[in-house]
């Protein structure tokens, strides 16, 4: 079965430090993966995705990704943690087979907390 | 930019009453989407639409169901509501084909039902 896994439900990290959310996934083929983040009462914006091409995206605010593919991983990272980037983070792919329609699996979200 | 609206942000329904959300999207996508969200659980896929009159069932599409009329709105309907419905309610568009599928999301509806 197809499924997106974020290991941990909350990250705490200082401001200034680097971060990092962790996603792994399993589908068939080749995965297309994004991040989103939502802030609280409100809905999720896009920061990144992965098609194809180099391994490294970057994004929207300063996160990056990288996708690994032996790993079956796509973990989030910011260099420099700032108090604003609290907020849910979501980790998805697209479903296999759903290339027309563009239907996601969510994993269950992660909290980050950056403290001053 | 993309916008897509919701008619409601906060909205208190009684059990067995029907309800009405109601999604409209701006940049004439072809997808819509409606999730529930609900903690630790993520987003559940609830139906989606990929034309006019067009729909599919998501993952947990018992006790609602969709009309889409027109391109740009999309709506959900609870027929009878139940506390186990109280939830957080996303819509989202996109616009299909290679190298896209990114989704972009309304404000949210946080439905009550009492």
């Known amino acids: 079965a197809q499924s997106v896994a974020q290991p941990e439900d909350q990250v705490n990290v200082a401001e200034g430090n680097p971060l990092t959310v962790k996603c792994t996934y399993s589908?068939?083929?080749?995965?297309?993966l994004f991040w989103y983040v939502q802030y609280p009462n409100r809905g999720l914006q896009f920061l990144l995705k992965y098609i194809t091409g180099d391994n490294l995206v970057k994004g929207s605010y300063g996160f990056e990704a990288e996708f690994n593919k032996s790993q079956t991983s796509f973990h989030l990272k910011k260099p420099s943690a700032l108090v604003s980037d609290s907020a849910l983070y979501f980790c998805a792919v697209v479903v296999s087979g759903s290339s027309n329609t563009g239907k996601l699996i969510f994993g269950q979200g992660t909290t980050l907390q950056v403290k001053p | 930019d993309v916008k897509v609206t919701q008619s409601s942000r906060y909205l208190v329904k009684r059990t067995g009453e029907k309800v009405f959300l109601e999604c409209v999207q701006d940049m004439d996508h072809e997808n819509m989407f409606w999730y529930r969200q609900d903690p630790g659980l993520g987003l559940r896929l609830i139906y989606f639409?990929?034309?006019?009159?067009?729909?599919e069932k998501g993952d947990i599409p018992e006790g609602y169901s969709v009309s889409r009329e027109k391109k740009e709105r999309f709506s959900l309907i609870l027929e009878s509501a139940s506390t186990n419905q109280t939830s957080m309610y996303l819509c989202?568009?996109?616009?299909?084909?290679?190298?896209?599928?990114?989704?972009?999301f309304g404000p949210g509806t946080r439905l009550t039902v009492t």
């Open positions: 989202a568009s996109s616009r299909p084909g290679q190298g896209s599928y990114e989704q972009y």
């Open positions: 639409s990929y034309d006019v009159k067009m729909k």
């Open positions: 589908v068939s083929g080749n995965p297309y």
